[in-house]
Structures are given as structure tokens and as C-alpha cells.
């Protein structure tokens, strides 16, 4: 269990944005999140023992990823429960507290294989469960995803996949042109698994439908499933992997902006300076707000390391100044930064601090059926606190309670 803590500083959370905040800490939980002056108990200077704080510091919550694919050299699609916890504790240390471990298209015996894997790491309390990204996604849009392995939904594929990972299994991106989709996304609420609309070539209409279903679908989630205030399909990394938007061709991205705008949806946005630029960042986030927007990495096995060669599930892969391409095609394979390095980015783009911090943590952790264990910092919740300088960059990261950052 945690020891006994008290932080002080700027508190910034979906919550509360409070100057002189204090956070107090016991048992690996939290008992105090508020104005430092209104903290029942001895606040002390903040540093002697047991104490943090420091002139400019912020007290952020744990920030929580739906969308990474490894990190510091691991692949989660590589089969490996040793390099699985090696990527999760790297997130973790960079203060992604909470995260879905991603798998990229693979054959259906490399799928079952590593959705076993990660069940297993699940169950460790290392990662929070599994993202099938494929394989049942579109041709024309397969970004870094190999081709030849695409596949259309198919049930015996789906039983298999459902029996590997069993409870763990928590999101799965779909096309929603593909014959079989809706079904599989009905099938997928039922068992309160997140659809998740990306790798499409879908029209507005199809696009728009697919989310609408999905959406009611988790509404209706019977009891037994998560059922959980905020469970709302999601959009993979919006604008990547779809047809770009035009006038008279709006393609996804228009039904998935208004089904976002609507409270119906939430889309990712790899807010990296890669995948997109500042100005469509920025303007996503007035146009739905930030309650409507999950901020991703994508996160793939260069994460945290130089730059050089690497591999993103079967496809080999270059990464040169930070951005990560595919070999054999050059489309971009991933992201290389944490989900700090992304809320950073955000920011510079002129997204509101607190903003984009919801974002990365309220939202997400909602969608997940997690609002009560994650997301935010408030009383009896699981100690998960990012310290950061007013820069935003890492100075300090508590997760459970203990430091796996230490200040």
C-alpha cells in the first residue's frame, strides 16, 4: 500500500482548477483533493516528511491512454507478457497511469496469442485491458496495418478472439462499410466491449449509422456489463486512416464531429504535431469540446527510445526525427510520444490547459467505465497524481499510491 503523502500545488483536473491546491494521500488512496486552505489536517510546509510540493508545481491526475501500441522497445503484438509489463511500467512512469494495450492487425493465431498475453498482464493490474485495432478494417485506409492480413468480420474469428481475452477485452476499431459490422458492433455492446469507428472508407450516412447503433447499444448495456455514466462509442484518431473531409464528399469525419458535438461519441486525437497539425487540434476542441475528445499517443515501440529501426506488429519500420513511417509504403506507423508530450502539444496549439488535461484523463477513463478508479483526483479514489512543472513537463509520478516516478 501507498505511504502517507501530501502534495501541494496547482490542481488541475476536469474537476477543479485550484491555484494553492492540496492533495493528501493514505493507504495508497486519496483522502484530501481541494484548496489547501480548506484541508482539514496539518499542512505543514509541504517539505518534510511524508510532504511534496514546491513553487509552480501541478498536481495533474494519473493520465489515461485508449490507444498504445508498446513503448521503450516493446511491442504489445510481439507475444511477450516480459515485454508487455516492460511498455506498461514505461507508461506508467511517464505518468499514462491507465492505458489500453493496443494489437495491430496480425494473423488470427498471433491475435488469440496476444490477446492472451495482455488478459494476463490485465489481470496483473498492469494495463487495463486490450484494443483490437483489425483485423476487420478497410483496404483503401489500412494506414500502418498490413494488407494481405485484413479481414472481413467473421464469427468463428470473433469466438476465438472473444475466448482468448476473455473479460479483458475492452475496445475494437471496426470499418463500418465492412459486411458484418453492425452486427459485430451489437455483439460487441452487448458483451460491453467499445466500438470504435476507424480504418473506414465509410460515407457520411454509413459512418454516421454506425455510430448511432453503437451508441444505443451501450445505452441498453444489460445488467452485469458496465453500464457506467459516459460509456460512449469511440473514433479511431479522428482525420487519420479516412477519407479527408470534402464539400460535397464530408466522407466519416463529418458524422463523427456531430455525433461528438452531440455527446454521442468521443474521437481520438493524436494531438502529437505529427498526426495532426495545431489548427485542427484547436479547432476540434471548439467545435465538440473537450468532454467530447480523447487524447491519444498511438504509442508504438520507439516511444522513449532514438530514433532508428523498428517493428509495428509484421511491418518493418523507420523512425527519423520522432515520426515513425512504414517501410514499405511511408505511411506514418504510430506515435513515438507519451500522453504528457501530447498534452503539451495541445496546449502549445492553444487548447486551455484544463481542457486538454480532461481530456486525457476524465474523458477517457469515463469511456472505459472507470470514473470511479480513474481520471481524476478526489477523495477515495486510487492515488494516481502526475506532478509536472508550469511548463507541463514530468517532475513526479504516483500510481497506487506509490512513486514510480520519484520527484
Not at 75 to 85: H, Q, T
Not at 213 to 219: S, T
Not at 344 to 356: E, I, K, M
Request: net charge negative; proline share 5%; aromatic share 2%.
Amino acid at each position: 500500500m501507498g505511504k502517507d503523502l501530501i502534495l501541494r500545488g496547482r490542481i488541475v483536473s476536469a474537476s477543479m482548477d485550484i491555484d494553492d491546491g492540496l492533495v493528501a494521500l493514505a493507504g495508497g488512496l486519496i483522502t484530501y483533493a481541494g484548496p489547501a486552505s480548506e484541508y482539514p489536517g496539518d499542512r505543514g510546509d509541504a517539505g518534510g516528511s511524508g510532504r511534496y510540493g514546491g513553487s509552480g508545481r501541478i498536481l495533474l491526475p494519473g493520465l489515461v491512454d485508449l490507444h498504445c501500441h508498446g513503448a521503450h522497445g516493446a511491442d504489445f503484438a510481439e507475444g511477450s507478457e516480459e515485454g508487455a509489463r516492460a511498455a506498461a511500467r514505461y507508461l506508467h512512469s511517464r505518468g499514462t497511469t491507465t492505458l489500453l494495450a493496443s494489437l495491430v492487425t496480425g494473423t488470427p493465431a498471433d491475435l488469440v496469442r496476444n490477446l492472451k498475453v495482455l488478459r494476463a498482464v490485465a489481470e496483473e493490474g498492469l494495463v487495463a485491458g486490450s484494443h483490437l485495432e483489425g483485423p476487420f478494417l478497410s483496404g483503401q485506409q489500412c494506414g500502418a496495418h498490413d494488407p494481405a492480413l485484413l479481414l472481413e468480420p467473421d464469427a468463428g474469428l470473433v469466438a476465438q478472439l472473444f475466448e482468448a481475452a476473455g473479460p479483458t477485452l475492452a475496445s475494437m476499431t471496426l470499418a463500418a462499410e465492412l459486411p458484418g459490422a453492425s452486427e459485430l458492433a451489437d455483439l460487441l455492446t452487448r458483451r460491453g466491449v467499445l466500438p470504435s469507428l476507424g480504418h473506414t472508407a465509410a460515407d457520411h450516412s454509413g459512418a454516421a449509422a454506425f455510430l448511432e447503433r453503437a451508441a444505443v447499444g451501450l445505452a441498453e448495456t444489460p445488467p452485469g456489463a458496465d453500464s457506467s455514466k459516459g460509456r460512449r462509442p469511440t473514433v479511431t484518431h479522428l482525420f487519420n486512416a479516412m477519407p479527408t473531409m470534402h464539400h460535397r464528399a464530408p466522407g466519416p469525419v463529418s458524422a463523427c464531429l456531430s455525433a461528438a458535438r452531440a455527446g454521442n461519441a468521443v474521437v481520438e486525437l493524436i494531438a502529437d504535431g505529427v498526426h495532426l497539425a495545431p489548427e485542427t487540434v484547436k479547432t476540434v476542441f471548439e467545435l465538440v469540446g473537450a468532454d467530447n475528445i480523447a487524447l491519444v499517443t498511438d504509442s508504438m515501440a520507439a516511444t522513449g527510445l532514438e530514433d532508428g529501426q523498428y517493428r509495428l506488429g509484421t511491418l518493418a519500420v523507420t523512425v527519423d526525427g520522432g515520426v515513425a513511417r512504414v517501410d514499405s509504403s511511408g505511411a506514418i506507423a504510430g506515435g513515438t510520444a507519451t500522453l504528457l508530450d501530447v498534452v503539451r502539444s495541445a496546449v502549445a496549439a492553444g487548447v486551455p490547459v484544463q481542457d486538454a488535461v480532461t481530456s486525457a484523463t476524465a474523458v477517457p477513463a469515463a469511456v472505459l467505465g472507470l470514473s470511479a478508479q480513474a481520471g481524476d483526483v478526489r477523495e477515495g479514489m486510487p492515488a494516481d497524481v502526475v506532478v509536472v512543472d508550469p511548463g507541463l513537463n514530468l517532475a513526479g509520478v504516483l500510481r497506487r499510491g506509490e512513486w514510480v516516478t520519484s520527484p
